[in-house]
């Protein structure tokens, strides 16, 4: 028999819903975690005093009671896992491993017995069904009849939303009415939420990002209340996950994330996370209200009556505080990017990501099976970090800057996650640079340099004539005539001139637009030209002949480099050729240019054999060419 005793796809059953998850029974506590929220149950072993094995639905399942009144049920067992289980209990635990039937008659009636934290509902002695009495969100009582109004789970198809009981009507004791003892024994463990008493601290118009407002948090041993002007929220400490305390990228704000499992619902609108807004400016004199023997006692040195400090201090202080089962997860960088259609944050953190605030996402590296860097959809100055979980779910956070791209990378592989494109992604920075600025193409700025010939040409052109489109001979000789006939006038008579020259200006204007429209709209359609299939094609620039000349010498200089590492070792090598290098490659490809033109030249008029036009000399082979 071993020190330890491991399963695996073992189940707990919580508000209606199946949670897989992994099962340790050692020598010290019993140790379950679930593999959906990563919760994890832990068990001393001198408080076991109590363990059944039942036949349930799946399988075999085993129910553990504790000396503070837990009870625990985990399913999923096989037959022949008993006897090594209850060997294993009698050696390490001194507990017996007793084997209990349920009742599966399907009768309605039987008798209610309360025992610790369930209601059991048993018929001759065995079990027909069990209700923990945590689940139970409403207690409500009629004649000889209570009804229970249990808490949703929205992880589960069929809900049950209520169960009544009629208690008929006892002779033996006249003093209690059995209802109300029923319904007392029901809200005495029961999860229903009431404010009495006195909350232990109060905090006042606090920023809340998710749900959206300005609430009152009241502080109260086993709860947490939120006041607004429209809603109340009511969060047991045992919803609350994790705490997540993250500074703003402004450095002047922080953020203080919940995070809840069940989630606080408003309508039809569920609230996984409650994240609030603090100003790092803004502090607080706090006291609580308890004695100072109170807290010494209760939070034992963690809090003090009289607190000052920071507002985003006291209120991650006391929450800690309060839920001691949970740490206070902290990131020191984030990286501006967009998920979905909103602009946010994402937080590396030493467990996992997590990206608030609209909507907040908290990513475990447990449950991530890949992580992808992907180019930018819109620009290459940014790049896209992709997460995909083992459920199949996939997360894009878009749109990161290229400068924290290295940081990034170094850190998720420092975290052992599975890159997807790792082998792709080594050059890291080459891969994000742009061809323009590391690499000069000569064929390119040739190109760039007829283009700006030709527009210099054409601005010529425009000012000495104008286009060919709007020249018309008939046009300039009835401007010159009308011009001549309006300085004539002019001469004769100012008023009369002035007249005159505002109607030709008007005639001048209107003929111009008419002739224009007329030309416009008689111009025929440009005919697309034939692309010439015997025609040589565009060369190569010179930093590619360079590269295809070079490629077995860096090959062999470098032995095993990959296609990646060429072109990066390539680029590096280019940059530090000389002007007179680099212009080589591109002489030569001006020679070959010229012989290849003047051969395709040859070969148009001796295939039609039509005599070619006066020729001349090539300087290249010395034979004729046009």
């Given at each position: 028999m071993g020190d330890t005793l491991e399963f695996n796809e073992i189940y707990q059953e919580v508000k209606?819903?199946?949670?897989?998850?992994?099962?340790?029974?050692?020598?010290?506590n019993v140790v379950y975690k679930s593999s959906k929220t990563g919760k994890v149950d832990s068990i001393p072993a001198g408080e076991l005093n109590m363990a059944q094995w039942r036949r349930v639905c799946l399988g075999h399942g085993i129910k553990l009671g504790t000396s503070t009144g837990h009870i625990y049920k985990y399913d999923g067992f096989r037959d022949t896992d008993f006897e090594k289980i209850s060997e294993f209990f009698k050696t390490n635990y001194k507990v017996e491993l007793a084997e209990k039937d349920m009742c599966v008659k399907g009768w309605n009636w039987g008798t209610a017995k309360f025992s610790g934290p369930l209601l059991s509902f048993d018929i001759n002695d065995n079990t027909a069904f069990e209700i923990p009495l945590s689940n139970v969100s409403q207690c409500a009582t009629g004649k000889n009849e209570v009804t229970l109004e249990f808490h949703q789970n929205d992880d589960t198809e069929v809900s049950l939303m209520e169960v009544r009981f009629y208690v008929p009507p006892s002779q033996s004791d006249e003093r209690q009415d059995p209802v109300e003892a029923f319904a007392q024994n029901v809200l005495s463990k029961a999860d229903v939420i009431q404010a009495t008493?006195?909350?232990?601290?109060?905090?006042k118009e606090l920023q809340c990002l998710t749900p959206r407002g300005r609430y009152d948090i009241r502080i109260y041993p086993t709860f947490l209340h939120l006041h607004g002007k429209t809603?109340?929220?009511?969060?047991?400490?045992?919803?609350?996950?994790?705490?997540f305390l993250l500074p703003h990228k402004d450095q002047r704000q922080m953020f203080f994330v919940i995070s809840l499992d069940p989630p606080i619902k408003q309508g039809q609108t569920r609230y996984h996370f409650l994240i609030l807004l603090f100003s790092k400016e803004e502090d607080i004199n706090l006291t609580l209200n308890m004695s100072e023997e109170d807290v010494e006692r209760r939070f034992e040195g963690k809090l003090s009556k009289n607190m000052s400090g920071s507002l985003y201090e006291m209120v991650?202080?006391?929450?800690?505080?309060?839920?001691?089962?949970?740490?206070?997860?902290?990131?020191?960088?984030?990286?501006?990017?967009?998920?979905?259609?909103?602009?946010?944050?994402?937080?590396?953190?030493?467990?996992?990501?997590?990206?608030?605030?609209?909507?907040?996402?908290h990513l475990r590296f447990e449950e991530i099976s890949c992580v992808n860097f992907a180019r930018g959809t819109t620009t290459t100055r940014s790049f896209d970090f992709e997460?995909?979980?083992?459920?199949?779910?996939?997360?894009?956070?878009?749109?990161?800057?290229?400068?924290?791209?290295?940081?990034?990378?170094?850190?998720?592989n420092a975290k052992k996650l599975n890159i997807k494109n790792r082998g792709f992604k080594e050059g890291k920075i080459d891969e994000y640079s742009d061809s323009d600025d590391d690499q000069h193409d000569a064929y390119l700025e040739r190109m760039k340099a007829e283009g700006k010939i030709r527009e210099e040409g054409n601005d010529s052109d425009d000012s000495d004539g104008g286009s060919d489109e709007s020249f018309n001979p008939g046009e300039e000789d009835d401007d010159i005539a009308e011009e001549y006939d309006s300085n004539a006038s002019a001469s004769d008579s100012s008023d009369e001139g002035s007249e005159s020259e505002d109607e030709s200006a008007k005639k001048k204007k209107a003929k111009k637009a008419k002739v224009v429209k007329e030309k416009k709209e008689k111009k025929p359609r440009k005919e697309k030209k034939q692309k010439d299939t015997g025609g040589p094609k565009r060369p190569?620039?010179?930093?590619?002949?360079?590269?295809?000349?070079?490629?077995?010498?860096?090959?062999?200089?470098?032995?095993?480099?990959?296609?990646?590492?060429?072109?990066?070792?390539?680029?590096?090598?280019?940059?530090?050729?000389?002007?007179?290098?680099?212009?080589?490659?591109?002489?030569?490809?001006?020679?070959?240019?010229?012989?290849?033109?003047?051969?395709?030249?040859?070969?148009?008029?001796?295939?039609?054999?039509?005599?070619?036009?006066?020729?001349?000399?090539?300087?290249?082979?010395?034979?004729?060419?046009?």
């Open positions: 209606g819903s199946w949670n897989d998850g992994r099962l340790r029974f050692s020598k010290q008493g006195d909350a232990v601290c109060i905090f809603f109340d929220y009511k969060i047991p400490y045992t919803t609350v996950l994790r705490l991650s202080r006391v929450m800690k505080a309060l839920v001691p089962s949970t740490n206070i997860h902290s990131g020191a960088q984030c990286i501006t990017c967009s998920y979905k259609a909103s602009s946010g944050l994402l937080y590396p953190l030493e467990r996992g990501f997590i990206y608030v605030h609209k909507p907040p996402v997460i995909e979980t083992k459920q199949g779910n996939q997360y894009t956070f878009s749109s990161i800057e290229r400068e924290e791209y290295g940081k990034l990378f170094d850190f998720v190569m620039s010179a930093y590619m002949l360079w590269l295809n000349s070079s490629r077995e010498r860096i090959k062999a200089d470098n032995p095993g480099i990959s296609i990646t590492e060429i072109s990066k070792k390539a680029g590096e090598m280019w940059r530090q050729l000389g002007k007179d290098e680099k212009e080589k490659p591109n002489r030569i490809l001006q020679e070959q240019t010229l012989v290849t033109t003047h051969c395709v030249y040859r070969r148009k008029y001796e295939s039609c054999q039509i005599p070619p036009p006066p020729a001349q000399n090539c300087d290249v082979c010395h034979s004729s060419m046009k």
